[in-house]
């Protein structure tokens, strides 16, 4: 009949549609030896001049929310390699479970390896369990570095609630040299202002340098972080550096991030981080 039709068989759907990414990507000496992406994780490599190749990850997406499956693993080996986002991730509002994101790094075969990408944004009700592992041989370097960011500051923002968790592991040789883990849950801004907190920062920092003659960066970070906005801490032992930020204004510890990073690897930042 003109203007029915059966139904029958069409059923609603019981989940909304999630965005899942992969990405596997392999380097040795000059030579990518294996690219693998799928779904909403890109990976580029732009012409650089610099003494580091880049390696620019994108998430097309656009965000991560509840339910969200990435996964990333990168491999360098007998390279100079830097790890880099296209932009500021954001973890937006979850109704479900939280998303999993799952970052795998390895260096090998005296390579020196840095991931850093732009920073993380928080929204109010985000729900999101990270972990973060490095494998690297003992004649590598190695350099992570992390921001938080709790809210846009600009937009009168505040996060009253969310499920964050963060892990790293970070292995030489095989052997556990660093541990750390985050679970922020419930009540984030009474967690924030505490003085076992953040005592009121809104955007919070992570540096770890590993490797060979790190101890050598000691007075070339305690100069710079004399002259910093932010509050700040460093620590040197077993071969690490471990520099902590926190600032209660975004452009601020955002701005004595980079120069942090501009001291400690003695270049210019990543070209997609000045676009």
Not at 52 to 67: F, W
Not at 201 to 207: E, L
């Amino acid at each position: 009949m003109i203007g029915q039709f059966d139904m029958e068989g069409i059923k609603p759907q019981n989940s909304m549609q999630r965005a899942r990414g992969q990405i596997d990507f392999r380097i040795n000496g000059p030579h990518v030896t294996h690219l693998y992406q799928s779904g909403c994780s890109k990976l580029m490599l732009p012409k650089t001049y610099g003494i580091m190749r880049e390696a620019v990850l994108l998430n097309t997406a656009g965000g991560i929310t509840g339910g969200d499956v990435l996964n990333t693993n990168i491999t360098a080996s007998d390279c100079n390699l830097v790890v880099t986002s296209q932009t500021a991730e954001r973890f937006y509002r979850s109704n479900m479970q939280p998303a999993s994101i799952s970052i795998v790094l390895k260096a090998n075969n005296g390579a020196k390896l840095h991931w850093i990408p732009q920073e993380t944004i928080l929204f109010e009700g985000a729900a999101v369990d990270r972990t973060i592992r490095l494998d690297m041989a003992h004649d590598c370097n190695c350099l992570l570095a992390e921001t938080l960011v709790f809210g846009r500051g600009a937009m009168g923002e505040k996060i009253r609630t969310c499920h964050f968790t963060d892990q790293w592991r970070l292995y030489e040789e095989g052997k556990l040299y660093h541990s750390e883990a985050i679970r922020m849950t419930g009540d984030i801004e009474k967690l924030l202002d505490s003085k076992a907190g953040a005592y009121g920062a809104r955007i919070i920092s992570t540096i770890i340098c590993a490797g060979q003659n790190t101890e050598l960066l000691r007075p070339i970070v305690e100069k710079k972080l004399a002259s910093i906005r932010s509050v700040s801490a460093v620590s040197f032992f077993n071969g690490k550096m471990i520099i902590r930020l926190l600032n209660s204004h975004c452009l601020h510890g955002r701005t004595d991030f980079n120069q942090i990073l501009m001291e400690l690897r003695r270049q210019p930042m990543p070209r997609v981080w000045q676009l």
